[in-house]
């Protein structure tokens, strides 16, 4: 395992999927895990929804797209979507070069709190990428 992969933040929540959360007040920020990127590998191209767009946990919120392959982004909670990285439409690659940070995705006015208490702690995200590695 790389260094890198080894850096899941303890101040967020994952999903199996590789996506993490990070609640502010009653606000998620959402984008994909560091071991996610890495998979990827460079990414060329990010589409995000709307703003003002409702979505259900476990529910599409858009794609990715690396040199390698799209893949789709699912919500981890459910909510409305408030902000959308603008940044990401002409720098895709922040992604990979900070995805716990100018790597965001999209904030969303979090719907239901115990959806997030019931995501995955960063002890346990790690776990699951090494079991499946």
Do not use: C
């Amino acid at each position: 395992m790389s260094e890198k992969r080894q850096g899941y933040p303890s101040d967020r929540k994952y999903t199996r999927e590789h996506e993490w959360v990070r609640l502010e007040g009653g606000v998620g920020i959402i984008g994909i895990t560091e071991y996610a990127q890495s998979e990827l590998g460079d990414v060329v191209f990010v589409d995000l929804p709307e703003k003002g767009r409702a979505l259900a946990a476990g529910e599409e919120l858009g794609t990715i797209e690396s040199v390698k392959a799209v893949s789709e982004i699912y919500a981890p909670v459910s909510g409305e979507v408030v902000e959308v990285n603008e940044a990401l439409r002409d720098h895709p690659e922040k992604v990979n070069g900070d995805p716990y940070g100018d790597g965001w995705l999209v904030k969303v006015r979090v719907g239901d709190r115990p959806e997030v208490d019931g995501l995955l702690s960063s002890e346990a995200y790690r776990s699951h990428v090494e079991e499946g590695e």
